[in-house]
Each structure stands twice: as C-alpha cells, then as structure tokens.
C-alpha cells in the first residue's frame, strides 16, 4: 500500500460524458468525483488500472430527469429503504467545495424528504486509503429517523466477504450473539452464497439473473471485495449498544447479473429539526490477494491485509494541488512537521503536535486570554478529527498558550461567526463541545483562567490537570451569557448537582486547591507543569493495552444515564471482545512471568 508519492493532485477532467468532474489522485490510485450529478464518487481504482467500480454505461453521462438512476460507483443513501423516500433522483448538479484536508461534495436539498446529503472526501498522500465522512442534513421543521448507508457498486466478477462475530461452544455462549437479516428474496440455497463458520461470502455471478440480498451484524467494522487480484476493504466503526435499521445491520449485500453492492450502515438517528449526522468509512485497495474459496483463504489471505488496514495517517496529508476551473491554488491539508493550522505555526490559532502517540492541542491566543473565535473553533474541530481518524494517535491533550489562560471562552466580539460557523450545531460554537464519540481518551491541561466556554472545553475532555495558578468559573453570568457548549450537562456530571449550581449561579472564580476539593480537577502541580505533567500520564495510557482501556471508557460514558442493571449488562457488552483479545493474554503473560510496571501515582 506504500508509496513514495508525496501529494495528492486534483484537476477537472471531462468524463463519460460529464464535463464538470475531477480526478483525485496520489499517484498510487485515484478517484473522480462529478459535480454535473450526485452527490456521486463514480471511479475509484489503482493509477491506470481498471475501475474497482461497475459504470452503467447507458447512464454514465447523464444529466436531469425525474427517474431515479443507478449509474454505478459509490452513494450515499438514508435508511431505512423505502419507495419514493429512498429512490430521490441525484440527477442535479452538486456543489464542490474545498477545504482544509479535504473536499466536500454537496447535494441540493431534497425536495420530497427535506434531507441534504454531503460527502467529505480525504486521499492519503502515499497509501490506497480513502476517507470519506458522509453526512446528511435534516432541513425540515419537524424530526426525522434514519442512518446513514453507504452503498459501494462494485465489479462484476468478485466475491465479498462478511465476517462473522467470534465463534464460541455452546457451553461458554447460551444466548444468540449476532444477526442475519433475509429479505423476501433472498435465497440461502443459491449457489452464489457460501455460510462458512467464520464468514459469509456472496459471489457476483453475470449468469445469474435473480437478485440476492441479506444483512448482517459486524460487529469487526469491516467488509471487503475481492477481484481479479485486487482486494477493496471497507473499515468502520460499529457502535455497541446502538440500534441499527433492518434488525440490527451495520453491513448488507446486493447482487444481481450486473453488479455488487457493497453497503454499510450507521445506526438509526432521531435528527432535530437543522441537525446533520456523520458517518465515516475508510477505503482501503491491495494489490495481489487472490480470490479466497472458504474461511482458511481468508484468515490465510484477506485477514492479514484487513489488520494493515487500520484507518491511520502514519504519514502526511500533504498538499492537495486544486484547479477549479477559476483558480489554481495549494491547500494545506496536514503539514510536514506534523503540525496543523490555517496559517503558519507562529500564527495560527491553534496549533496540534506529535508528541509520541500523543496529540497536544493548545489554543494560540495568548494576546487575548486564549479565548476562541470562530476561526479557532474550526482549527479546534479539525485538530479534532484529525486525532479522532488517527490510530496512531492514542490521547489528546488540550491546552492553551502561555501561563496567562487555558481559555476565556468564546470571544464575545464573535459571537455571531461562532454561532454562523458550518456545523456548530453539531459540534457546537467552540468546536468541539458536542463531539461524544471520540473513543480514546482526552486530557486537559489547564494553566492560568479557565473561565466560561474555557471551563466547558476543559469539562469535554475525561479529566484535568491543573496548574497551581489555574482558576475556573462561570464569569460570563455577569453579562448574562449561557453555556451553551456543554456546561450544563458535562459540570453536574462532574461535580455533582450541588457544586455545580454553586458555579453555574454564582460566577465564582475559584482557585486550582478549591476545584481539587470539589472533583472538578484530578491532580495540581506547580506553575508551568500541567502540560509536561499531562503529556507523561498520555504516555503512560499509550502504554496499557488498548482494547480494555477503550470499552472502560465506552461502558463508564455509556452507562451515566443508564439504571444500575441495564449500566452492568453495557458493561459485559462492551468487553465481549475484550476478554477474547490476543493483547489481554499476552499482558497477562508478562505478568505470570514477572513482568509488572510501577502504577501511576499522583503527585506528592
């Protein structure tokens, strides 16, 4: 998957047909994108090498109409299916913007269901990886439910494959671990399908005229294709405890004599009125793996490139070289130093660093107290969703410039561009405040005034560590501005109901000792010693064996709002794979064998 190519270029291309797309490529596999209809990715495959995709090619080209056409490629869909719902017709041109780190593709609102649809696309400068973030829309006054599902029209030719959840006897497994969804349709018998004891494969067969379809709970977050050599793997996250449309399927498969499809789904969603849900696949293409025939092929062949297969940016996104027809322009999308930014590291105001596996994140206003504008709020939010789709990177660390201020909150000359900022209402006026699903832990390292929206940041993060100078307090209760990015929910949790009023009503500025007393901050350390202190916890946490670490973490936050009962039942679910990891017995050997590291402790 590696390569020595260093950048990513885009340039407009005439294809098929359509004369506003753009081939996306990083010189080991490229992508075409069209803005005449979609939102649609119609072409992903190696450099020069046949489509991984099917093209219909009596409908390639193809612009308006009121029917809904196929035209192959990759889509994006709302669950669950449903005529005329579903079948909206993308026949209209979309709108393509650029980004910092990506490109963002963007459908016309649907005129029958009130649904815009957006897809983010970001190609790794050096490997065959693809990251798309794809979102939809609610611009209707009233709620509505659905997830996001992602179908792929592959090749004919191929064979995709589905794993199974972890086997078990029926001594050590009396209740029933996963899901099979059949539709009318589907045929168990056709020849087409194979029901090994670790995975499903579906083969797509020209011959054979009747469609085949079934859906399945994975809860291994991958599916792949495998054609004529070459091996399509899709990664996702698959969320434990959530709903899932059609009985519970994050992946379903499609076939008839033309095509494949390759789908996955996120879980259902209640979307508010002016509300979008994300969700993200990452594509990954391997050269040389051969069509597998049963589940040892594919523990022997498919399952190694599914393990190299991990959604991380090892390397650089480095420049993505646009011309859009009217400029010609480089966007930075991830800098060589491993710092990010929309200006130079001596100007930008936030600035994101390596440190090991660690990601320290400080927001660089020191001239006004660190407080975020709406320009910082979006580096915040981009600093964070670099880390959240880097599995090279384990814990964040958040913190502000200088000794003077975490964070003042909001800038209050702003808060209209705040409030304005694309996606705010997502992830919330500052950045980051609505973001829950992040999966690896965050550490704030606070030095100097952390006050009103700089107290909400710090709240997101799972734990703080002071500075003996810090001082923490709702201040903004003096011009009577909310807290509208978190406060009110994080802080009780946090603190207690008792405390946390005492805060929220008073505006009381109280100093690092007093917040330690109260539970708000978890260690105080000397002036100038939260960051290194900090930085040397996320290298200890970088250390312990992640899978039990992480479903701690997911059964803790999970399991607030839950009764005692259904919180310990969260608990079993989410170490299912815990207690089968390969990482937990090797760690349990080094301890037979001696082998036991000094416990963290707290500074004396």
């Not at 606070?446 to 560590?465: K, M, Q």
């Not at 916890?537 to 607030?560: C, F, M, W």
Request: aromatic share 8%.
């Amino acid at each position: 998957m590696h390569s020595a190519q260093q950048k990513v270029d885009m340039e407009k291309t005439n294809y098929r047909g359509w004369q506003n797309c753009y081939r996306i490529s990083n010189g080991l596999v490229d992508l075409v994108v069209t803005a005449d209809v979609g939102p649609r990715i119609i072409r992903f495959g190696f450099v020069g090498e046949e489509n991984e995709f099917k093209e219909y090619d009596d409908m390639v080209g193809e612009t308006g109409g009121a029917e809904w056409r196929i035209y192959g490629g990759h889509r994006l869909w709302h669950a669950p299916e449903a005529r005329p719902r579903t079948y909206f017709p993308d026949n209209s041109p979309v709108e393509l913007e650029e980004h910092t780190g990506f490109v963002r593709m963007i459908q016309p609102t649907e005129t029958t269901t009130g649904i815009q649809k957006e897809i983010d696309i970001r190609l790794s400068a050096n490997e065959a990886h693809l990251e798309l973030t794809q979102r939809l829309r609610n611009t209707n006054l009233w709620a509505v439910e659905l997830a996001p599902w992602a179908l792929s029209v592959m090749a004919p030719g191929g064979r995709a494959i589905i794993p199974l959840p972890p086997r078990a006897t029926h001594e050590e497994s009396l209740l029933p671990t996963s899901v099979i969804a059949l539709w009318a349709h589907t045929d168990m018998a056709d020849r087409r399908w194979a029901w090994g004891s670790k995975y499903v494969t579906l083969d797509q067969d020209r011959t054979a005229n009747t469609p085949q379809k079934a859906g399945f709970m994975v809860t291994d977050g991958w599916a792949a294709y495998a054609r004529q050599g070459h091996l399509f793997v899709k990664r996702f996250s698959y969320l434990e405890g959530e709903r899932y449309p059609d009985f519970g399927c994050s992946v379903e498969v499609f076939t008839d004599a033309d095509m494949l499809e390759l789908e996955t789904l996120a879980p259902l969603s209640r979307l508010r009125p002016g509300s979008a849900v994300e969700y993200v696949e990452h594509w990954f293409l391997f050269r040389d793996v051969p069509v597998p025939s049963g589940d040892s092929d594919i523990d022997s062949q498919v399952l190694p490139k599914i393990r190299e297969a991990r959604p991380c940016r090892k390397e650089p996104w480095l420049a993505l070289e646009q011309d859009l027809a009217l400029a010609h322009k480089v966007v930075p999308w991830l800098a060589a130093s491993g710092r990010t930014g929309s200006m130079s590291d001596s100007q930008s105001k936030v600035l994101s660093e390596r440190r090991g596996r660690t990601f320290l994140v400080s927001i660089n206003r020191p001239e006004v107290r660190n407080c975020v504008d709406s320009e910082a709020a979006q580096l915040l939010f981009d600093a964070v969703e670099t880390f959240r789709a880097d599995d090279s990177l384990d814990v964040l660390v958040l913190t502000g410039a200088g000794e003077t201020a975490f964070c003042s909150g909001a800038d209050l000359k702003d808060v209209g561009g705040l409030v304005a900022r694309p996606g705010a209402r997502e992830s919330g006026p500052m950045g980051i405040s609505r973001i829950i699903d992040i999966d690896k832990p965050t550490i704030a390292a606070v030095n100097g005034y952390c006050i009103a929206g700089g107290l909400e940041l710090a709240c997101w993060c799972d734990f703080r560590i002071a500075a003996e100078n810090a001082q923490f307090g709702v201040l903004s209760r003096r011009w009577g501005v909310p807290l509208v990015d978190g406060g009110t929910q994080r802080l009780p949790r946090i603190v207690g109901l008792g405390n946390a009023l005492y805060l929220i009503e008073t505006g009381v500025l109280i100093e690092a000792e007093h917040a330690l007393r109260m539970g708000l901050v978890q260690e105080v350390v000397p002036k100038g010693e939260a960051v290194p202190r900090a930085l040397a916890i996320a290298e200890a946490l970088s250390g312990y064996p992640h899978t039990a670490l992480k479903n701690d973490q997911r059964a803790v936050t999970g399991g607030l709002a839950l009764p005692l009962a259904e919180g310990l039942e969260l608990e079993v679910r989410a170490h299912r794979d815990t207690m089968t990891d390969p990482e937990m017995g090797e760690w349990l050997r080094r301890y037979a064998a001696g082998d036991r590291p000094p416990p963290l402790r707290p500074p004396s």
